[in-house]
């Protein structure tokens, strides 16, 4: 019976010999246990990120937070999974993990920069300024909270002031995936069909993308089948139709062989100008690991595609590359990477192809013109000079805006970049901005903006018609009342004449058709016993706040209004400031001024005849006064006859004191108020007004004016009117006639085709036809310019060649038109050995 005891007795002796861990030396090693794993699926989430695998980081960092222990490993993984839901655009998300990080502490500043970022991104400005202005507390020496706010301000605004552009969803061919970039495909002229990316269920590649919860994505291809309206603004002559008003045929891969389309990611594109080559984006996944994206060349041959080539940019094979654009005339493609000499995030970058060495050059960047140290994407570079792109780094209205900046000659930004506003831009990610060539009044964007029917969507973009009419009445000077039937011309600075007739009330209206934007116009009244008058409107330069939007034609419309007031020539017509010197004769500058408006009247109304009478208060003695205004008349008509106006047209009359002023009705002139109209300011009436009064009542009866005596005035060289002729003469004379040598306009610094056109008072289609069409001719210091329309250029053309493609130096020409090299050179010496510019004209006699 003692064995057992003893043997128990033993095993506790031994035990209790042993070694055993405390209770808290257990919870500690279960503790480090637990923050390895936490530290493993933080890793394992960075390694995700780094990936841009966002939606399986999302799930280990949301595992690895609830095992997490202390407020800095809790806070980071609170941010980190922000920059997760930022990446994939969930916004409402980021913001939550943004504000949970911020308030549990986490270290970096930026957490309340970005949480402004996604407040802004949601249209919640308000709240977006106020976190800006915390973040600038907190980091007071970064400028990005200052530009935040400034931004969300400007971004309220352009809400309450949207541009000329209209947006429009493709629901046509919009699918409930990721459908994006779009650019016009088809044949080089037509610009119906298009080629846009999409992630839809259709794509070759069967994998999931990590980053947008996606299918993989292929490039697509749709066209347009008819037309279900039209819109013309008739007034102008500019097309400006809505591509969302368009039939479009189902989307179908780009190719059925799968040659462009693969596996991978076919993403962003770019035709060349002829629409033979096509430049895209491929971002290769093997065995679950990105590869990079890079950008590969192809170009139809017959009904299929050519089996792909890489684009090699530089001496970097590996680099990480894509969203190619050419420009207009093939010469640079800018891309986007976030190799080479990024700025930060990724940027957009310019590169030039090497004929000789068949590769493209080291690339530049395009500068902090364009480029910030977060990311810049989809250039598009247009015919009108701009290159359009996204970017989230400049001030925006939230998300990726779209920018547009003016590029020179060597491809490169000249200017700040410009924001293009709502409602090309929203609070919204937009981006993908592709005009038609040759116009910016059409095109499409992307946007996963409120209303779409998938996470990015493509929309068209249209410039909506601005118009100008013109309206007013015609009145009497003398009545106020509206003169029936009055004859109203109105001619333009661009050479367009219209007569119209003013109803029986005197109203008058020019419709759009017949009022061109930017133009100068002149109109001319007439009546018959009324003296012509002219008025000055233009429509250069009047900004957008001035017009009203009319959904019913959709259409700014900007109603100029001209009334004009006609003399009758029955009455004597005051000269307001026709001012002397007490008891002298000599002309004020004022007086001038006033006499000008008269050598006016008397030019726009060339048969009548004046007499203009000077005259005086009653003060002073009757004959005094008598001689006094004779002189001051005979003053005036001196100063009219010096201008120009033939003496036999002018009487000149003093009035002295014997014709007191008779208030008219509508009087506004010095004193306007003071009298009853129809009251004489006779010497008596005056005497009895209060001091102050008297002295109001003499200023207005020493006035100037005139009367027309007849209105039958022939000038002794005639009237200028044209003899009867035979009309056969006059088209005979038409044909024989040879018109003056053309004007050649000499380019100086950065002047556009608009604004040379502008100058010359024609438009921008005359000036190219003008000059050989100018097809892909950007003007250059020192280009050379047919700019009258009826000018005679014949010796111009004989002496001169155009040069019309590029890499033309004077050997080339010379061969071309048979002419010595030698002789070439010494009549252009300032281009020899040099590239020919297009549209440069070239010397040769």
């Known amino acids: 019976m003692r064995k057992p005891y003893w043997a128990l007795v033993l095993i ?87 504000e949970k990080a911020v308030k549990l502490g986490y270290k970096d500043p930026v957490a309340q920069l970005y949480l402004g970022d996604m407040l802004k991104a949601q249209g919640e400005y308000e709240e977006a300024i106020e976190v800006y202005q915390e973040y600038k507390k907190k980091n007071p020496s970064d400028r990005k909270g200052e530009i935040g706010i400034e931004s969300t301000r400007k971004a309220a605004e352009w809400q309450q002031a949207p541009s000329l552009y209209q947006v429009a969803n493709m629901k046509d061919i919009n699918s409930r995936n990721m459908d994006f970039s779009p650019i016009y495909g088809g044949k080089a002229r037509e610009n119906d ?33 008819r037309k279900k309206s039209r819109r013309r603004n008739r007034g102008n002559d500019d097309k400006v139709d809505n591509a969302a008003d368009l039939k479009w045929s ?40 990105k590869l990079g994206c890079s950008i590969w060349k192809t170009e139809k041959q017959g009904q299929n595609w050519k089996e792909p080539e890489l684009v090699v940019i530089g001496e970097d094979t590996t680099a990480n590359v894509g969203h190619p654009s050419l420009s207009p005339d093939d010469k640079y493609l800018y891309f986007v990477s976030d190799g080479f000499n990024s700025r930060g995030g990724r940027d957009i970058f310019l590169t030039t192809y090497d004929r000789r060495s068949r590769s493209w050059s080291t690339p530049k960047n395009l500068g902090p013109k364009v480029n910030t140290d977060r990311d810049e994407y989809y250039p598009f570079a247009h015919s009108n000079g701009y290159l359009y792109f996204s970017s989230n780094g400049l001030p925006g209205m ?26 090309i831009n929203t609070n919204y990610e937009d981006f993908g901005l592709v005009f038609e060539p040759g116009s910016d009044e059409r095109g499409f964007l992307s946007s996963n903006r409120k209303g779409g029917r998938g996470s990015d969507d493509i929309y068209a973009v249209f410039k909506t018609p601005v118009v100008f009419m013109l309206e007013g009445v015609v009145t009497s000077s003398k009545t106020g009342r509206p003169i029936p039937q009055a004859t109203v011309r109105l001619d333009g600075s661009d050479g367009t004449s219209v007569v119209i007739n003013a109803d029986n009330d005197g109203y008058y209206i020019f419709d759009k058709e017949k009022i061109n934007k930017e133009t100068s116009y002149k109109l001319t009244f007439e009546k018959k016993k009324f003296l012509s008058s002219t008025g000055d409107i233009t429509t250069i330069g009047i900004p957008l706040s001035a017009f009203e939007y009319v959904p019913s034609a959709n259409e700014y419309q900007n109603m100029l209004r001209l009334n004009k007031a006609l003399d009758p020539i029955e009455e004597p017509i005051v000269l307001p400031n026709v001012f002397f010197d007490l008891a002298k004769w000599d002309l004020r500058p004022e007086s001038r001024l006033a006499l000008d408006s008269v050598v006016t009247i008397l030019s726009n109304n060339p048969t009548i005849v004046i007499e203009l009478r000077s005259h005086t208060d009653y003060r002073d003695s ?44 509508s009087y506004k002139f010095y004193g306007a108020g003071k009298f009853s109209e129809g009251q004489v300011l006779s010497e008596a009436f005056i005497k009895k007004q209060a001091p102050e009064l008297q002295e109001v009542a003499n200023q207005i009866n020493r006035r100037t004016d005139f009367k027309v005596l007849r209105d039958d005035y022939v000038p002794a060289e005639g009237l200028n009117e044209p003899e009867a002729v035979d009309p056969r003469d006059i088209i005979e004379q038409k044909k024989n006639e040879v018109a003056p040598p053309g004007k050649i306009h000499i380019v100086k610094g950065r002047q556009s085709l608009g604004v040379i056109a502008r100058q010359y008072k024609i438009n921008i289609r005359e000036l190219k036809s003008l000059n050989g069409g100018l097809r892909g001719v950007r003007p250059f210091e020192g280009l050379q310019l047919k700019v009258e329309p009826d000018g005679n250029y014949e010796e111009w053309d004989a002496s001169h060649y155009q040069v019309k493609g590029r890499g033309m130096k004077l050997k080339n020409v010379a061969k071309e038109i048979d002419i010595d090299d030698d002789i070439l050179e010494d009549l252009n010496p300032d281009w020899k050995g040099k590239d020919l510019q297009p549209g440069l004209w070239v010397k040769i006699k």
């Open 12 to 98: 506790i002796i031994c035990l209790q010999s042993i070694p055993l861990l405390s209770q808290e030396e257990v919870l500690d090693e279960e503790t480090k246990t637990k923050e390895e794993k936490v530290d493993k699926d933080v890793q394992k989430a960075y390694d995700a990120f780094e990936a841009e695998e966002y939606y399986i980081a999302i799930e280990l960092l949301k595992n690895a937070f609830t095992e997490a222990k202390g407020r800095d490993k809790k806070s980071e993984i609170l941010f980190m999974t922000g920059e997760c839901y930022r990446k994939i655009n969930d916004y409402k998300y980021a913001e939550n993990y943004y």
């Open 193 to 225: 069909v298009i080629v846009f990316v999409s992630s839809r269920e259709e794509s070759e590649g069967s994998w999931e993308d990590g980053w947008t919860g996606q299918s993989f994505m292929d490039l697509y291809v749709t066209s347009a089948e």
């Open 250 to 289: 189902t989307p179908v891969p780009l190719d059925e062989a799968g040659i462009v389309n693969s596996k991978h990611h076919e993403g962003t594109a770019a035709f060349d100008s002829r629409k033979k080559e096509l430049y895209f984006t491929k971002c290769i996944k093997e065995n679950n690991v």
């Open 398 to 423: 939230g998300g990726l805006d779209i920018f547009r900046v003016k590029v020179g000659s060597d491809g490169m930004p000249m200017e700040e970049a410009e924001n293009m506003k709502y409602p």
């Open 622 to 665: 009757e004959a005094s006064n008598q001689i006094l205004s004779q002189k001051r008349a005979d003053t005036c008509v001196s100063y009219l006859i010096s201008k120009g106006i033939a003496a036999d047209r002018l009487v000149a009359k003093g009035m002295g004191e014997s014709e007191p002023f008779r208030i008219p009705e």
